[in-house]
T-cell receptor, first 115, second 114 residues
């Protein structure tokens, strides 16, 4: 199993450009998440999905859109990139096992720089 | 609002020098407390989940404990390969079909010198 994979690993954008980050998981997890990690801010949730075809806003959703057309994929889109979106983006997935707390498993991250 | 505070921000140890990392939290009904390890340039790697006060879990040189207000990650006789950032997160109860939100601390950067 590859676990959670993210594409691309690195990207540099100019202000106003758009891009899509792809997350894929092969663990048959229902839940998927997008976080951003910034120095001194910790991990902050952007959007999440509790199943195929459903998405919801997290803590910092402005400037981002997401889609979950297939259970194994979760896409994060930036329609018009801004320098404030320079960050490291992590995707995670989890399942709810018998009512116990769902452990989130993270991908390797995408380092995005917006000039 | 759920809050997680980790201390110290950075910890430097000599190889073999045992110590503890602290995670203090406030949450409206703890569903679980998680510890992750993060190496530079990589994603967080799951270590432990603790569900209730008094619970302990161990993995190699690491031992996590939980009280009603805080969790400790004890590192016994650390090695240089234990150097990493250690993240703590708490999960609130899920409501209906929504998931239980994870709130992360800012992490403790551990450096173990040979």
């Amino acid at each position: 199993n590859a676990g959670v994979t993210q594409t691309p690993k690195f990207r540099v954008l100019k202000t106003g450009q758009s891009m899509t980050l792809l997350c894929a998981q092969d663990m048959n997890h229902e839940y998927m998440y997008w976080y951003r990690q910034d120095p001194g801010m910790g991990l902050r949730l952007i959007h999440y999905s509790v199943g195929e075809g459903t998405t919801a806003k997290g803590e910092v959703p402005d400037g981002y859109n997401v889609s979950r057309l297939k259970k194994q994929n979760f896409l994060l889109g930036l329609e018009s990139a801004a320098p404030s979106q320079t960050s490291v983006y992590f995707c995670a997935s989890s399942f709810l096992a018998g009512g116990r707390t769902d452990t989130q498993y993270f991908g390797p991250g995408t380092r995005l720089t917006v000039l | 609002e759920d809050q997680v505070t980790q201390s110290p921000e950075a910890l430097r140890l000599q190889e073999g020098e045992s110590s503890s990392l602290n995670c203090s939290y406030t949450v409206s009904g703890l569903r679980g407390l998680f510890w992750y390890r993060q190496d530079p340039g990589k994603g967080p790697e799951f270590l432990f989940t603790l569900y209730s006060a008094g619970e302990e879990k161990e993995k190699e040189r690491l031992k996590a404990t939980l009280t009603k207000k805080e969790s400790f990650l004890h590192i016994t006789a650390p090695k240089p390969e234990d150097s990493a950032t250690y993240l703590c997160a708490v999960q609130a109860p899920a409501g209906g079909t929504s998931y239980g939100k994870l709130t992360f601390g800012q992490g403790t950067i551990l450096t173990v010198h040979p």
